[in-house]
């Protein structure tokens, strides 16, 4: 069974600072993985992904995530934090081959303060 | 614009009314699900569907019923809500699970069971 974890509820750094939140993961084939972003009173708008390929994979908004297999994480980064990052960011996970839903972590809070 | 269009918003009931979460997209997905999100529990599938007349339960399908007469449309409905069920309520759709592309989520319904 596939599973992620997100091992922090709450991120704070201040503007300017980079910026990381965790992700690891359990599949049992290779995965694919996802992060989402949630702004206050808005649906889960897509980041970023990886599939195959590079292990570092860029994204919407400065935003980047490295895929580590041999830690099985996929934490995500940005160089240089801005206060409109301050959101809620899911992880998610799916097996691959097979037609599997994805599975979402519990989300981390950021909050990015000035 | 491709979208997800959940109605409505926001929806205040009473304990045991019937009602109805619309969902709706125009991408021609074949995937779409239901989540609920709630603090410290993150996403919970509630029902998905692989295409029409077929739907399956997710992980927390207890007091939902769904169904899938046409492609676009997936709605939810809670025949006797109850507290417990108050919630934040989220449409996703893709066309098929496992779609690399991922997920295209609806704005979300804030559900308030008194």
């Known amino acids: 069974a596939q599973s992620v974890a997100q091992p922090e509820d709450q991120v704070n750094v201040a503007e300017g600072n980079p910026l990381t939140v965790k992700c690891t993961y359990s599949v049992s084939g290779n995965p694919y993985l996802f992060w989402y972003v949630q702004y206050p009173n808005r649906g889960l708008q897509f980041l970023l992904k990886?599939?195959?390929?590079?292990?570092l994979v860029k994204g919407s908004y400065g935003f980047e995530a490295e895929f580590n297999k041999s830690q099985t994480s996929f934490h995500l980064k940005k160089p240089s934090a801005l206060v409109s990052d301050s959101a809620l960011y899911f992880c998610a996970v799916r097996d691959r081959p097979g037609n599997t839903p994805l599975v979402f972590g519990k989300g981390t809070r950021l909050s990015v303060i000035a | 614009e491709a979208q997800v269009t959940q109605n409505p918003r926001y929806l205040i009931t009473v304990t045991g009314k019937k009602l109805t979460v619309t969902c709706s997209q125009n991408?021609?997905?074949?995937?779409m699900s239901w989540y609920r999100q709630d603090p410290g529990l993150g996403l919970r599938q509630i029902y998905y569907?692989?295409?029409?007349?077929?739907?399956d339960k997710g992980d927390v399908p207890e007091g939902y019923k769904v169904s899938r007469k046409e492609k676009r449309n997936f709605p939810l409905i809670l025949e006797s809500p109850s507290p417990n069920q108050t919630s934040l309520y989220f449409c996703a759709s893709s066309l098929y699970p496992g779609d690399t592309a991922g997920y295209t989520f609806g704005s979300g319904t804030r559900l308030t069971v008194v």
């Open positions: 569907s692989m295409n029409v007349e077929v739907t």
């Open positions: 990886y599939i195959t390929g590079d292990n």
């Open positions: 991408m021609n997905h074949e995937y």
